[in-house]
C-alpha cells in the first residue's frame, strides 16, 4: 500500500496532467532567485519540467523510483507542493486533489499495470524527444522567453514557486490574458477569475469537496466503473481489435464525476452517441481553448467565426445545451423530492453552486506530445450557471 501511494505522485510528478501553469505578474516585482518580473509578465511554473530537475530530486530525477517519497522508515511522506506542482500549491492548491487520488487508489489494480506499460513506452520514447524547456530549466531555473506580443517568464525554482503559488499570491493572478481565453468556455467560473469572484467560489467549493458524503459517494461509484471499465478492457482485449485507452480513461473519469456531482449516468464509456457527444465536445473544446495560447490571430478567427474558433463555437453549443438539459432536469427533480439526504442529494447542493467537472485530456495533448498516466486528467470546475 505504501508503495502505491509512492508509485502515484512519482508517476504524476513525472508525467504531470498540467505540465505548465501561467499567471500573469499584476505589479513588478522580483522573485526570490532575484529574477525581475515586470507588470503584466506572464510568470509560469512547469510541473513537468520540475519533475525531472536533478537539482530538486538528485541525480536519478528521470528515473521513475518511488522509493524517493519514502521517509527513513520505509513510510511514504506527503509531497512538498513547491516541489510537487502537479496539483498546484497554495491557496488556490486543486481542490480535486484528493478525490483524484482516491480515484487513482481504487483503480490501482488496472492503473499498476498500465502505469508500467505506459512509463515503458514513454521513457522509450522520451531518450529521442526531450523538450527545450526541460533542458533551458535545468541549465537556468528561471528563464524569460521574449515575443513580439508578450514578455515570459518560466521558473522551476521550489522558492519562486512557493513565492508566487503563496507568499505573494495576490500578485500573481489569472489576470486578463488567461481570462480572455479561457471564459468562452469555462465561463466566470473558478478556473478563470481572480479576487472576490474567485474567494466567493473558493469558499463554496470547498465546502462542498469536504463533504463526507462526497467521499463515501465518490468511493462507491469509482469501484463501480472501476470493475466497468475492466470488463470493457477484458472484452476489448479479446477482440484483437486496437482500441484508445486514454479516450476510455477519459470517459470512464467522466462518467464517474458526474455520477458524484449529479447523480446522472452519463453512460459514456460503451460508446453510445448521447452519451459520448458531451465528451467529444468538451474534450475538443479544451483543445480549440488551449491553441489560443499559441495561436494570436484567434480573436480575429473568432470574430470572423471561421477555423478553429468556428469549431470552438460548435463545440461550446453542444455543451451549453447539455449543460442547460442537466440544471432544468436537476431542478424539476429538485422540487419533486427536495429533502433528499442520499447521495444523490449532494446533487442539489452541488448544483446551487458550482456546475460540471471536466476532465482536460487536452491540456496535456496541446503541450507535448508526452505520456499522460491513470485515470484523470485535470479537472476544472465549470460554472455555467
Ligand atoms: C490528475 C488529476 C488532476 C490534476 C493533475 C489537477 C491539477 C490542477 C492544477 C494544476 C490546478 C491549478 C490550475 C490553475 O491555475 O488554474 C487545479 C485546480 C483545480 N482543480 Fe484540479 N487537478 C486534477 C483533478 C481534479 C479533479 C478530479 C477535480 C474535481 C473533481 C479538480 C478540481 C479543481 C479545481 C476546482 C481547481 C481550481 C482551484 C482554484 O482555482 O481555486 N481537479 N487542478
Keep these: ?58 541525480e536519478d530525477a528521470r528515473e521513475f523510483w518511488p522509493e524517493r517519497w519514502f521517509n527513513e ?119 478563470t477569475v481572480d479576487c472576490k469572484k474567485w474567494r466567493h467560489q473558493r469558499k463554496v467549493s470547498t465546502y462542498e469537496f469536504s463533504a463526507k458524503v462526497l467521499r463515501d459517494v465518490s468511493s462507491i461509484v469509482f469501484k463501480r466503473n472501476a470493475v466497468k471499465l475492466a470488463r470493457i478492457l477484458s472484452e476489448t482485449s479479446t477482440t484483437n481489435e486496437a482500441f484508445d485507452i486514454l479516450d476510455l480513461f477519459m470517459k470512464s473519469t467522466l462518467d464517474s464525476i458526474f455520477k458524484v456531482g449529479f447523480g446522472v449516468e452519463l453512460d459514456s464509456m460503451p460508446g453510445s ?16 481553448t488551449l491553441w489560443r495560447y499559441v495561436d494570436i490571430l484567434w480573436p480575429i478567427k473568432k470574430f470572423l467565426n471561421i477555423g478553429s474558433e468556428a469549431a470552438l463555437r460548435k463545440n461550446i453549443k453542444v455543451i451549453d445545451s447539455f449543460m442547460y438539459k442537466l440544471i432544468s432536469q436537476r431542478i424539476e427533480q429538485n422540487k419533486n423530492s427536495p429533502g433528499d439526504a442520499s447521495g444523490e442529494g449532494l446533487v442539489t447542493h452541488l448544483i446551487q ?25 485535470k479537472c476544472c470546475i465549470l460554472n455555467r450557471l
Design 353 to 377: 453552486s458550482i456546475v460540471v467537472l471536466n476532465i482536460v485530456f487536452a491540456i496535456y495533448h496541446i503541450f507535448m506530445e508526452g505520456p499522460f498516466l491513470l485515470n484523470i486528467g
Design 73 to 191: 522508515d520505509g513510510v511514504f511522506q506527503q509531497e512538498s507542493p513547491s516541489q510537487f506542482t502537479a496539483f498546484q500549491g497554495g491557496p488556490r492548491i486543486c481542490l480535486g486533489k484528493e478525490l483524484t487520488y482516491r480515484q487513482m487508489r481504487i483503480f490501482a489494480a488496472l492503473a499498476v499495470t498500465l502505469a508500467i506499460l505506459i512509463f515503458k513506452i514513454f521513457a522509450a520514447k522520451e531518450k529521442r524527444y526531450r523538450p527545450v524547456v526541460t533542458e533551458l530549466a535545468a541549465k537556468y531555473g528561471t528563464y524569460r522567453l521574449l515575443s513580439p506580443f508578450r514578455s515570459e517568464v518560466y521558473t522551476a525554482d521550489p522558492a519562486n514557486v512557493e513565492y508566487i503559488l503563496k507568499t505573494n499570491f495576490p500578485n500573481y493572478g489569472k489576470g486578463w490574458h488567461n481570462y480572455s481565453i479561457l471564459s468562452d468556455l469555462l465561463g466566470d467560473g473558478i478556473f
Design 273 to 288: 452517441t448521447e452519451g459520448t457527444k458531451f465528451p467529444n465536445a468538451f474534450d475538443d473544446s479544451s483543445a480549440l
Design 1 to 58: 500500500m505504501q508503495y502505491l501511494y509512492a508509485a502515484l505522485p512519482e508517476t504524476l510528478g513525472l508525467y504531470p496532467a498540467v505540465v505548465v501553469d501561467a499567471k500573469i505578474c499584476l505589479l513588478g516585482d522580483a522573485l526570490p532567485d532575484g529574477y525581475i518580473v515586470k507588470k503584466g509578465d506572464m510568470v509560469a511554473y512547469q510541473p513537468y519540467v520540475m519533475g525531472k530537475m536533478k537539482f530538486i530530486w538528485g
